[in-house]
């Protein structure tokens, strides 16, 4: 029997107050027993004047259930940042902040905001493995919307007005499996290089459509396809699908995406793309990482070099 749930009304009996998800948080953090973080000791005693607090038996020192991870000195009940990560999770087209507030009953959008924030924060596995095979490699834009503007940009490989994104989808067998997005400064080798050198596995054979900059990108294959009067989608079916899909998604939860934070809603988007047969599984993984995630507070989330 898997240990998550695999419908809202599972979820409800399964996590039907705090003690409950304070458990389960429990099993996720240390699923050998407690152990102290900064001391390493496995031997301690929960708290009973400190709600979810265990005392270490060798230094005594106090960690609460969610010190030092994205819940660290917040505070929302547990249950709701389970109902958060349960329907950011699993939601098949993902879900606004404004949507959550409306959900989940949240007394400002701030408050709202703040949690889908950190909760995108670790949707990225810093021990993830890097694509590996055969991966088409791409570049692509999304026009830039500001608070008062439509959304206007140039046109072919123009920056004006444009968020500029590359992408790579690991393509196994007649379709995709997984894939890397990435918001890039601009179409150089620099650029593109360093996105194929994070996403790529040494070996890889890297399918692009001829852009001259690809060329020479260290520990890949390049397998150069110029386009010429066929159009790009037929040579790069899968990475023009999941940009398709991109905007369409971009467009239809959030209205349009703006520079600052771009990143982090491409990491959204590539948790759930690759969790896509295993959406319900996805809750507990984005549990898991939340717990090892470092913790981010609002002033980190606003700040005017924060682009995460």
Same mark, same amino acid.
């Given at each position: 029997m898997p240990d998550y749930p695999q419908s809202l009304i599972a979820f409800q009996r399964r996590f039907a107050d705090d003690r409950a998800c304070a458990e389960y948080l429990m099993e996720v953090r240390w699923p050998e027993g407690f152990r102290c973080p900064a001391c390493g000791h496995d031997r301690g005693w929960a708290l009973a004047a400190k709600a979810w607090t265990y005392e270490c038996a060798r230094c005594a020192r106090q960690t609460s259930l969610?010190?030092?991870?994205?819940?660290?000195?917040?505070?929302?009940a547990?249950?709701?940042?389970?109902?958060?990560?349960?329907?950011?999770?699993?939601?098949?087209?993902?879900?606004s902040a404004l949507q959550l507030q409306r959900q989940l009953g949240l007394g400002s959008y701030k408050s709202a905001w703040l949690l889908c924030a950190k909760l995108r924060s670790a949707m990225v596995d810093p021990e993830r493995n890097p694509l590996t095979g055969l991966i088409e490699i791409d570049e692509t834009a999304i026009n830039h919307r500001t608070r008062?503007?439509?959304?206007?940009?140039?046109?072919?490989?123009?920056h004006q007005g444009k968020l500029l994104i590359a992408g790579a989808v690991e393509v196994v067998g007649p379709g995709p499996r997984r894939i890397r997005l990435a918001h890039v400064r601009d179409y150089s080798a620099d650029s593109l290089h360093?996105?194929?050198?994070?996403?790529?596995?040494?070996?890889? +054979?890297?399918?692009?459509?001829?852009?001259?900059a690809y060329a020479g990108a260290p520990g890949v294959t390049h397998d150069r396809h110029v386009i010429g009067v066929m159009a790009a989608h037929v040579v790069l079916p899968w990475v023009h699908r +999941?940009?398709?899909?991109?905007?369409?998604?971009a467009l239809g939860v959030y209205h349009?995406?703006?520079?600052?934070?771009?990143?982090?809603?491409?990491?959204?988007?590539v948790f759930r793309f690759n969790r896509r047969r295993t959406r319900h599984a996805a809750f507990k993984s984005l549990l898991g990482i939340a717990t090892r995630a470092k913790p981010i507070t609002y002033k980190m989330l606003i700040s005017p070099d924060a682009t995460g």
């Open positions: 969610r010190a030092g991870t994205v819940m660290h000195g917040s505070k929302l547990l249950h709701i940042w389970f109902w958060a990560a349960y329907l950011m999770a699993t939601h098949s087209n993902g879900i008062s503007d439509p959304p206007a940009g140039g046109s072919g490989r123009s360093g996105f194929i050198a994070t996403a790529a596995a040494p070996g890889a +054979v890297a399918k692009t459509d001829g852009w001259s +999941v940009f398709s899909n991109l905007k369409t998604w349009g995406l703006r520079p600052k934070h771009l990143q982090s809603y491409l990491d959204e988007f």
